[in-house]
């Protein structure tokens, strides 16, 4: 037992022969440092005879607590491997002789069960018929490789039993096949590439893991072909890389992350489709450009925010996007501080459209180009840093029927909602949308609209401040600030700001409902209301034009501006030259 609870530890870039022996570590049998790819340890000798099975254990076994064999590379010859958790860790595995294959069982030792596996001689693994291996008409084969390069198109390839494959696998770009899983895993070291179409399914209930554990991409589909994942589970760091016109469809399946790993689980730059699947990553969820992308029919998309990274759990750039009744969240909601900030969505390209419908988007929602267009939807964002809707400049979003929900520590701010400084774009909230700030606690702006077009139609934006919040701004709080942008309220539409629950501690005595040092503001058949509480100063509109070149306009017509409950309060209050209000019926 060493320091790791190793029975044997081989040392950075050191390589090592083991060929007989008993070696029982509390938590590793073996444990190697070096990830050296020319240092490696052989277990057993490369002879095509297989010395040792799993009910002997007189000439090799390796056994830990955890891991039977554990780190470097490693290649299995001879002998069995043991672990509590698993008996070697997938990725550490590199080569068994051409004509062998690894066996896994249960061994019980002393009351614990092991993952036992051992090697034994090549038999048969995968089939291509309906048949029984010697029946008529159907072909068996000792590799899966081999079943792959003698189908014919529109084979399908019928595995027998758990495949684990130390090979490469690839689909050249004539074939048209099917691997049926019929409930076994695939286990690799290396890739699967696809020129070709192929499909991977399971056709009873169950999801059968396939997975590939290193730092690459699982199933790597390359330009022009064709890829679907039917009832399926894939455990890897990076699942699915499809690149230039490829189309990939992931239906009723689960994509997942191993080993915290930190890679884009799907990558494409093809038309890519999520139907009913469950995908989730470390870090960046899809990765998707020039082509279409479609997530729908009840899929849940989960970035599980490791290390509080920032990593989007979509990120699109020049693509058309679909997102119908589905979502998107990023776990990282709570905890995300500072710079590092939890997106569900990022857009990019200024050929970027998005169609967004019955889904929920929790998460920084960011635009940056393009067209965004949401219906009867929730765009929500729970966290700690100061953004929460982004729309950037050459960027145009309509919200229908959706709510926008943004607490406790949120504003909204940019060009127009919550963008950078000196940038254009268009937001627009329309047909009963409700944008909606809870409990703010660090934020001098809810709304700063930037040379930005801002525009509330039937639509409420309302916003409350948290009495039991800390770190208050010691200067005022602003309502919709616009610094030259054109705002636009109108048809029934109401703005509801209650500021009753500043602190007394803080030195943000005064507020303001509606401030505009440059810019319009057009308020049409809608009602503008601003509460806070004794000891503040409120102010409904203040109108000053930021400097001589700039003009700062508020027109009101058939609507009201009310202020209440302040120390000392301001229905409208009118400085600069160049600044004017307008009241009409």
Do not use: W
């Amino acid at each position: 037992d060493g320091k790791l609870g190793e029975a044997i530890y081989i040392p950075s870039h050191r390589s090592a022969i083991i060929t007989s022996g008993t070696y029982i570590g509390s938590a590793y049998g073996l444990y190697v440092a070096s990830p050296d790819t020319n240092r490696t340890v052989t277990i057993g000798t490369k002879d095509n005879v297989f010395n040792n099975g799993y009910d002997d254990e007189l000439l090799l076994t390796i056994r830990g607590e955890v891991y039977g064999a554990y780190g470097g590379h490693i290649y299995f010859y001879d002998g069995q491997l043991q672990g509590g958790k698993s008996a070697y860790y997938d990725r550490n595995i590199k080569g068994i002789e051409d004509n062998a294959t690894i066996n896994q069982v249960t061994k019980t030792i002393d009351g614990s069960d092991y993952d036992t596996k051992y090697v034994t001689r090549e038999h048969n693994i995968a089939k291509i018929g309906n048949g029984a291996c010697g029946d008529a008409g159907t072909q068996c084969f000792g590799s899966l490789q081999k079943a792959i390069d003698a189908a014919q198109n529109n084979d399908t390839i019928i595995l027998l039993e758990d495949n684990y494959v130390f090979e490469p696998i690839s689909i050249e770009s004539n074939k048209d096949l099917t691997i049926e899983l019929d409930d076994h895993t695939i286990v690799t070291g290396n890739q699967i590439t696809n020129s070709g179409k192929l499909k991977i399914q399971n056709s009873s209930s169950t999801k059968p893991i396939i997975g590939y554990h290193e730092a690459n991409c699982f199933i790597t589909n390359n330009q022009g072909s064709s890829f679907t994942l039917q009832n399926v589970e894939i455990n890897a760091s990076c699942a699915i890389d499809s690149k230039n016109n490829t189309t990939t469809s992931i239906e009723n399946s689960t994509v997942s992350f191993y080993d915290n790993g930190n890679l884009t689980s799907i990558k494409s730059t093809g038309d890519l489709t999520i139907s009913d699947s469950n995908i989730s990553s470390a870090y960046t969820v899809i990765s998707h450009s020039t082509g279409e992308l479609k997530i729908q029919n009840n899929s849940t998309l989960t970035s599980t925010g490791v290390d509080n990274n920032s990593y989007p759990v979509v990120e699109t750039n020049n693509s058309i996007t679909t997102i119908s009744n589905s979502q998107l969240i990023h776990n990282n909601i709570i905890d995300g501080t500072g710079s590092n900030i939890p997106y569900s969505y990022i857009q990019k390209g200024t050929n970027s459209q998005a169609t967004i419908s019955d889904s929920t988007l929790s998460g920084v929602f960011r635009i940056e180009a393009g067209t965004v267009n949401a219906n009867d939807s929730l765009i929500s964002h729970l966290g700690k840093e100061r953004q929460g809707v982004v729309i950037l400049q050459d960027a145009t979003a309509t919200f229908s029927n959706t709510t926008i929900k943004l607490e406790p520590y949120y504003y909204i701010y940019g060009s127009t909602i919550n963008g950078s400084f000196n940038n254009d774009g268009t937001v627009s909230l329309t047909n009963q949308s409700k944008l909606i700030i809870n409990n703010e606690t660090k934020g001098r702006f809810i709304a700063l609209v930037n040379k930005g077009n801002f525009n509330l139609d039937n639509s409420e934006f309302s916003y409350a401040y948290n009495s039991d919040a800390t770190g208050y701004y010691s200067t005022p709080v602003y309502g919709i600030y616009s610094r030259a942008g054109n705002i636009n309220i109108t048809n029934n539409s109401t703005v509801n700001f209650d500021f009753s629950n500043l602190s007394p501690s803080s030195n943000s005595t005064t507020a303001y409902g509606l401030y505009v040092e440059g810019g319009t503001v057009n308020v049409l058949d809608s009602n503008l209301d601003f509460t806070t509480t004794t000891g503040k100063t409120l102010y409904g509109a203040y109108i000053k034009n930021a400097s001589n070149d700039v003009t700062a306009d508020v027109n009101i017509d058939r609507g009201h501006i009310y202020v209440t409950g302040a120390n000392t309060s301001y229905g409208v209050y009118i400085d600069g030259s160049k600044s004017s209000f307008t009241m009409g019926v």
